[in-house]
């Protein structure tokens, strides 16, 4: 069933474009049943820029519980479309129906954590400097703040961007992927109906264009940005010459590490799961496992069979863990780098295949694949074993001991998360300060975070300012207020 389409959301109402390019919104699952077209223009981001502007100096005037009220007033225009938004997320994004639940979950809770517990971090405060010499610290909002999404987490990622910003005095353009727009539209129509003033929330649809125009833009403080790690480099570059804050979350080339003294079990299911859930398109999903090679056969003895069993289906049926991929494009990708493997001296342990059909459904589907590298200490230039595929694979990797698992782990342009597996909570505390990631685990699949935490990675996965719990910091900037009230004859001058 097609999803109408209503328009960008500029200054408070909803404009369908007078003309431009039309996007289709697939079902990546169901390619015979499109979400819904739309038409979109780059002319849109200038409107956008300008209604944001022009509702900056009122709406960072309200008071914070003022801002907060409207925006639990949101939270409850999305529990009223929870299950509405859960399909579209399913439908468009092709991720299964139990994640797509959890994802509009999150974005639920993130209203109350970033109320609760993420305002607290931007506090302000007051200090006595000297006697008689008053200090305090208070935040101010940026200005208007560019929000840009991903496909594979449409509604939380946006959302752990748009709240902080949002409750924090900022008035935000929001543009979503091209492949997730009536998701988008769907958190817009939450906005408009909790009854936010025109111009403090905005909506631009459209693909790459759209979000070149608009993080380009004059008139914008400051890029959020989820996405890819070429979009968010291409973002820095666009913004050399300004001021412009960048809050860049990108992407993940995870690891977990598996120690002799694992329960291998439980690791099999974890890095089972975070490996192939949402067919791998997660930032955070486990594409490399590093495995002492003393286990090396009990633990694929466990894993393989799971592997096995990894329930791939139409993302609206029932216990479906994997759906299909994106697009065509990431279907491709997901070959060239399986062939690329095999090139680059990886053995397939595991074959996968790419399939159009799945059942009576059309759809960009493929199966898990596994390879393996019995000898890591060569090959360290396969482009295989450094780059984000995104897709349902994940190479297994033997080395001797602890040493070579944390070189190998660090040994990738990226630097999201990493999972260990140990018995032994002193031997994961004796290691994890030689991991480079942003965000480690013990025991838990690489997939695993909380947003009671900050969220976000170190080098090619981002920018040094975490998401997650973290938002706040990015959202206002600390100004320093000094008030010296001593008369002049107290004070040590030079002349
Ligand atoms: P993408 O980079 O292709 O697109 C993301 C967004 O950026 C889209 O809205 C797109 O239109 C826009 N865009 C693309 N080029 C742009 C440019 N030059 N200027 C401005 N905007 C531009 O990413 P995707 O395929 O939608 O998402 C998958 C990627 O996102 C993966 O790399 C994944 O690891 C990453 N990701 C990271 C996190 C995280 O928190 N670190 C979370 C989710 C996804």
């Known amino acids: 069933m097609s999803v109408p389409f209503r328009g960008n959301y500029l200054g408070g109402r909803f404009i369908r474009p007078k003309k431009g390019n039309e996007l289709i919104s697939e079902d990546p699952g169901d390619l015979f049943d499109p979400v819904g077209r739309m038409v979109v223009s780059e ?122 910003a949002l409750l924090l005095g900022n008035t935000v353009v929001f543009k979503p992927s091209e492949f997730t727009p009536f998701v988008g539209q769907m958190i817009a129509e939450c906005f408009d109906a909790a009854g936010f003033p025109p111009g403090v929330f905005n909506l631009v649809q459209g693909g790459a264009s759209v979000g070149v125009r608009l993080v380009a833009h004059h008139g914008v403080a400051g890029i959020l940005f989820t996405g890819s790690t070429a979009a968010g480099q291409a973002i820095k570059k666009a913004t050399l010459d300004s001021q412009k804050l960048l809050a860049l979350e990108m992407g993940g080339k995870n690891a977990a590490i598996v120690l002799e003294d694992a329960s291998l079990d439980l690791a099999a299911r974890e890095i089972a799961q975070s490996a192939f859930s949402m067919a791998g398109q997660r930032c955070n999903a486990t594409s490399r496992v590093i495995l002492n090679r003393r286990i090396a056969k009990p633990f694929l003895d466990q894993f393989l069979p799971l592997v096995e069993r990894v329930r791939i289906g139409y993302p609206l049926e029932p216990e479906v863990l994997m759906g299909p991929l994106i697009s065509h494009d990431a279907v491709a990708k997901l070959q060239k780098y399986v062939k690329l493997a095999e090139e680059e001296g990886f053995e397939m342990i595991r074959p996968g295949k790419a399939t159009g059909l799945w059942g009576k459904r059309r759809g960009y589907y493929a199966t898990p694949s596994v390879h393996l590298c019995e000898r890591p200490e060569k090959n360290h230039s396969a482009h295989y074993r450094k780059e984000e595929i995104f897709g349902p694979n994940v190479a297994v990797y033997l080395v001797k001991d602890e040493e070579q698992a944390v070189a190998l782990n660090n040994e990738v342009p990226y630097g999201l998360i990493t999972s260990v597996f140990t018995r032994n909570p002193a031997r994961f505390r004796k290691l994890f300060p030689k991991i480079d990631t942003g965000m480690v685990n013990l025991n838990r699949g690489t997939i695993f975070s909380s947003g009671k935490l900050p969220f976000g990675g170190t080098k090619a996965s981002g920018s040094f300012r975490p998401a997650g719990l973290f938002s706040p910091y990015y959202c206002a900037y600390p100004v320093a207020v000094l008030q010296d009230s001593r008369p002049l004859a107290d004070r040590r001058l030079p002349f």
């Open 43 to 164: 002319e849109a981001v200038d409107v956008a820029v300008a209604a944001a502007l022009k509702a900056f100096p009122k709406w960072s005037g309200l008071s914070l519980p003022q801002r907060i009220g409207k925006m639990k007033a949101f939270r409850r225009e999305m529990v009223r479309r929870q299950s509405a938004l859960a399909i579209l997320v399913a439908r468009e994004a092709g991720k299964p129906i139990t994640e797509s639940n959890r994802e509009v979950d999150r974005l639920i809770a993130k209203v109350e954590e970033t109320i609760v517990a993420g305002l607290k971090l931007v506090r302000p405060f007051s200090v006595e400097v000297d006697r008689g010499v008053k200090g305090e610290c208070v935040w101010r909002p940026l200005g208007v703040l560019a929000v840009i999404g991903p496909f594979n987490f449409p509604a939380h990622t946006p959302a752990s961007h748009l709240v902080p």
